[in-house]
């Protein structure tokens, strides 16, 4: 079993439409979980992290579950710019061990 | 935000010859920074772990012969992929921790760099 598992879809969704990706990890010593942005041949930048009570950054919705040790993203509204593979992230031991997810990529259709 | 400049962004090199990659901080000191590499329809996978004034640790089934890592100052850090062969054909990718905001666990990503070998 891989250590951060993602559907590595494409997900295709139009304009306005309410996605979710969810995240499962196997280390359940885990400590930080992040929701990283890739654009294609770009670098990933840090969307949001994930903490214990869920938190909620504009159209953007992250839950940890941490009983069942998955991670979810919502994204309400799409836009066009949403269109991205999003990395699950998962880290133990203040970033010693980092693992990422294979990604979901997302496209966002007019 | 913090930037991360990584350094060359694309290289080719003929077989068995040895490749440089930088990894600078440009407005941050990172005492961390992880090397990384991506094959393609593949996650990201760490490699190694970069500290600045010691050894770098290395992630099961890495050659720490065979990428050399040095990190000599607070604000770069460069991997050398020796003697190069096909199989190292991918892309590597760099990234900081700020030390000024650790807490915050968030990383910068270098460019990464695509590495060719003939």
């Known amino acids: 079993r891989k250590e951060v598992e993602q559907d590595p879809g494409p997900f295709n969704v139009p304009e306005g439409a309410t996605v979710a990706f969810n995240c499962t990890y196997s280390?359940?010593?885990?400590?930080?979980f992040f929701w990283y942005r890739q654009d294609c041949r770009k670098e990933p930048k840090l969307l949001m992290s994930?903490?214990?009570s869920g938190n909620e950054d504009g159209r953007f919705t992250a839950q940890l579950n941490r009983a069942s040790q998955y991670i979810s993203l919502l994204i309400r509204d799409s836009k066009l710019s949403d269109s991205a593979t999003y990395l699950c992230?998962?880290?133990?031991?203040?970033?010693?061990?980092?693992?990422f997810g294979i990604g979901t990529k997302l496209q966002v259709i007019p | 935000g913090a930037v991360v400049s990584q350094h060359p962004s694309r290289v080719i090199c003929k077989s068995g010859t040895s490749v440089k990659i930088e990894c600078r901080s440009l407005?941050?000191?990172?005492?961390?920074m992880f090397w990384y590499r991506q094959f393609p329809k593949q996650s990201l996978m760490l490699m190694a772990t970069?500290?600045?004034?010691?050894?770098?640790?290395?992630e099961q089934g890495v050659e720490k012969d065979k990428f050399l890592i040095n990190h000599a100052s607070l604000t770069l850090s460069t991997l050398t992929v020796t003697s190069a062969h096909p199989e190292d054909s991918s892309f590597y990718i760099c990234?900081?921790?700020?030390?000024?905001?650790?807490?915050?666990?968030?990383?910068?990503f270098g460019e990464g760099s695509r590495l060719t070998v003939l």
């Open positions: 407005d941050f000191q990172a005492t961390t």
């Open positions: 994930v903490y214990s």
């Open positions: 990234s900081a921790e700020d030390m000024d905001r650790a807490n915050t666990g968030e990383l910068f």
């Open positions: 970069s500290n600045e004034g010691s050894k770098a640790t290395y």
């Open positions: 992230v998962v880290a133990s031991g203040g970033y010693q061990k980092v693992t």
């Open positions: 280390n359940s010593a885990s400590q930080s």
